[in-house]
């Protein structure tokens, strides 16, 4: 069992992108993580290359589909028993779709999406919140992504309708845990460069160009955001906080500065 100083976090979709990148930050930060993924085999080879630079005592890999509850439990109870408690619990698990209108996606990409991004969010939530006012301390995070400031972008319907759950979501939990020792927070990562935010595009196509000169003025790579999304979240934010990375400021910023900055986030790194 680990000091019970140290913090313990649990992310859900934490076997590649963002969600790597977080647990990786939380290690190198002295903190313990618990990295879940879809499979077994995902989350075994997360945790493999985790433990080539980190205390193997400090990571526990757990498979959970978060669109099913009684995983989502079982992903807790692994927590508790392994480190004694979860001082952050981070719902990260999301998937996206084909980059079509929604009534020409198959339906199981429909319920995946909305399984995985506003189910297992919902799970998540109700689960580490019951777990935490138990023990008596504890901060749930719910991860936005487009959608959750209420912008509507063809193509991406179903993926932006759950994001636009989750900001609600959020707001109606800041309400509702007021009064519990949880505090509940949003977690805006803006765009970050993971197979979530470039799997849908055709790269041969002239679409994909201007997708991709839109993120090389806004969008970081996983290495940029996600320490600094970490730091946020160790200075325990308050109930009903939003940690934005991309804020507004910032964006205006880097449209206003996109001629003397070339920067080629496809590239090599």
């Not at 913090?7 to 990786?24: H, L, P």
């Not at 981070?90 to 209108?101: Q, Y």
């Not at 992504?145 to 972008?153: A, K």
């Amino acid at each position: 069992m680990v000091e019970s100083m140290q913090k313990v976090a649990v992310i859900t979709g934490s076997t590649r992108g963002i969600g790597f990148g977080t647990a990786q930050a939380f290690l190198e930060r002295g903190c313990a993580v618990v990295v879940c993924g879809r499979t077994a085999a995902s989350t075994a080879g997360a945790v493999g290359a985790l433990a080539q630079r980190f205390d193997p005592a400090l990571i526990l890999g757990r498979p959970c589909d978060v669109a099913v509850t009684r995983e989502v439990e079982a992903l807790w109870t692994s927590a508790v028993e392994r480190f004694g408690h979860v001082d952050i619990w981070i719902n990260n698990a999301g998937i996206s779709h084909d980059s079509l209108p929604c009534w020409e996606l198959d339906e199981s990409q429909v319920e995946a999406v909305v399984g995985t991004n506003l189910l297992g969010t919902l799970n998540g939530v109700r689960v580490a919140l019951r777990g935490m006012r138990d023990q008596g301390a504890g901060s749930v995070y719910l991860m936005e992504g487009l959608g959750s400031d209420g912008r509507t972008v063809p193509g991406v319907s179903v993926y932006g309708a759950t994001k636009a759950a989750v900001r609600y979501l959020a707001g109606a939990l800041e309400k509702e845990a007021r009064d519990t020792c949880v505090r509940v927070i949003a977690l805006s990562p803006g765009m970050v460069v993971t197979d979530l935010l470039v799997s849908a595009e055709d790269r041969e196509s002239a679409g994909w160009e201007r997708a991709k000169r839109v993120y090389n003025i806004l969008a970081d790579r996983v290495e940029t955001a996600a320490p600094w999304l970490v730091d946020q979240i160790l200075k325990d934010p308050p109930h009903g906080a939003r940690i934005a990375w991309l804020t507004r400021w910032k964006i205006v910023g880097r449209f206003l500065t996109a001629p003397f900055r070339h920067r080629d986030l496809f590239g090599p790194g």
